[in-house]
């Protein structure tokens, strides 16, 4: 079943459940990668991320239009209205208004265009900065998408230790429930003490405490993944249980080499440094001239008399040298610098963090690994000494508190291997997460 039918009988089920909860067999199974592609399609970090990257692609159109003529029109239009004005005798002057002198309108269009011949490199400088914006951008892209795939895998295995705990919690459920009426029928027959019933009976009420936490601890988990992968509505759903672990051991040189070569976090932190020396590139030309050609034409229309139409036109090269600006480009210049120191230290800063996370992921990989092989030996020694428990009790040779130390320990052995199937995968994912592989499993 693809990913869209699944999430179609998800919401089928859930309707038909009416919120109902439990096992019932009609649920959708979802694998991890079913987790983490609707986790991707709905993460809005991620989508806010698109954003910024289509911003960047179309600061680079909005560099590059430097190279390209700037043509512009102006239009207008001016009414003109004067008057005449004479003086009156005596001593003082006094103004008055005799009628107008002269009124008449003008309207004006003018057209230019004007060519960038060269710049000394300052265009393309800030072509190159915005090309790195961009290649920063596409990185914090990638890098939310390995953040959203680590935690959906995270939260999946979770769901699945839940899962495991809650079968375990299930099983000792049944199990004591099995011994207390095993106890039940030998004391009727005066085979064994009310003690053994008694035990068998608190036994039967832990093992009810456990599995409703284990079931809680199964929504929690559930509650969580649904939030991840942006389902609001919190339907229900199982997880596919592990087949079967293929463990490799893995080389701690070459998984450094690796991350070095993928960890996106770094690959952005370089292209913002190329970036900071793109930005000083532009900054040291500040006070180094342009060059450019323009031309333009012009239509002057006035209506009065003896004025008429007046056209004109013009072309020349024009060179812009701004040779003092008060300082101002030698400031930029130092803040360019300092921000390309501040890049670079930057870049070491995450090359040791890297290591670290390395280093850190192979060796609880290593752990989680011999935890696993350790469960794997503990399950089957503690269903071994149950069954001998179980074979003494039956036979008169032990008591109750034998079979209840045995069973309590088949339990944690069970819970220990849940928790270890988990450990690993999670401990997987992020060894794969450290080395900036997570994201070519997602297909």
């Given amino acids: 079943m693809d990913l869209i039918g699944k999430i179609i009988a998800f919401f089928t089920v859930l309707a038909l459940m009416g919120g109902a909860v439990g096992f ?36 680079i159109g909005a560099a590059k239009s430097a190279y390209l003529p700037q043509a512009s029109t102006n239009l207008g239009y001016t ?52 090309k790195e914006n961009l290649t920063s951008a596409q990185c914090a892209f990638l890098e939310a998408q390995e953040n959203t795939a680590l935690q959906a895998k995270t939260a999946y295995y ?40 008694t035990k068998a ?94 031309g333009a034409h012009q239509v002057s229309d006035t209506d009065t008399d003896g004025v008429g139409n007046v056209k004109s036109w013009n072309a020349g090269v024009s060179v812009n040298f701004p040779w003092f600006d008060g300082f101002k480009t030698k400031s930029e210049i130092e803040a360019a610098q300092a921000s390309l120191k501040m890049a670079q230290y930057a870049i070491e800063d995450q090359a040791l963090g890297i290591t670290l996370q390395v280093q850190d992921a192979i060796l609880s990989l290593r752990e989680a690994k011999e935890r696993f092989d350790v469960s794997e030996k503990l399950l089957q020694q503690s269903t071994e000494n149950l069954e001998i428990a179980n074979a003494r009790y039956e036979e008169g040779l032990g008591s109750i508190i034998e079979v209840t130390d045995a069973e309590t320990q088949l339990v944690s052995a069970r819970q220990s291997r849940a928790s270890a199937i988990s450990g690993y995968l999670s401990s997987r994912a992020k060894y794969e997460k450290s080395v900036g592989i997570i994201s070519q499993s997602i297909k």
């Fill in 158 to 197: 979770d769901v699945l230790k839940a899962q495991l705990m809650l079968e375990v919690a299930k099983e000792d459920l049944r199990q004591s429930r099995v011994h207390l009426d095993r106890a039940e029928g030998f004391f009727e027959v005066g085979y064994r003490q009310k003690y053994d019933v």
């Fill in 201 to 294: 009976e608190v036994a039967v009420s832990n093992a009810q405490l456990s599995f409703v936490t284990a079931e809680k601890d199964y929504k929690l988990a559930k509650a969580a993944l649904n939030n991840i992968m942006g389902n609001k509505d919190g339907g229900d759903f199982a997880v596919e249980e592990a087949p079967g672990i293929e463990f490799t051991d893995v080389d701690a040189g070459l998984s450094l080499k690796t991350a070095m070569e993928n960890r996106v976090e770094l690959l952005r932190l370089q292209s913002l440094a190329r970036a900071a020396q793109a930005d000083l590139d532009v900054k040291k030309k500040g006070n180094w001239p342009t060059v450019s050609a323009g």
């Fill in 24 to 59: 019932p067999a009609e649920l959708p199974v979802l694998t991890v990668d079913d987790c983490v592609k609707a986790s991707l399609a709905n993460n809005p970090k991620l989508k806010e991320a698109v954003s910024n990257v289509d911003f960047n692609r179309a600061m």
């Fill in 79 to 130: 009414h003109y209205d004067t008057s005449k004005i004479t003086l009156g005798p005596g001593s003082e002057a006094m103004a008055s208004m005799s009628g107008f002198a002269k009124r008449y309108n003008t309207a004006t269009e003018s057209t230019g265009v004007e060519q960038l011949i060269w710049d000394f490199g300052k265009t393309l400088n800030r072509i190159k900065l915005a």
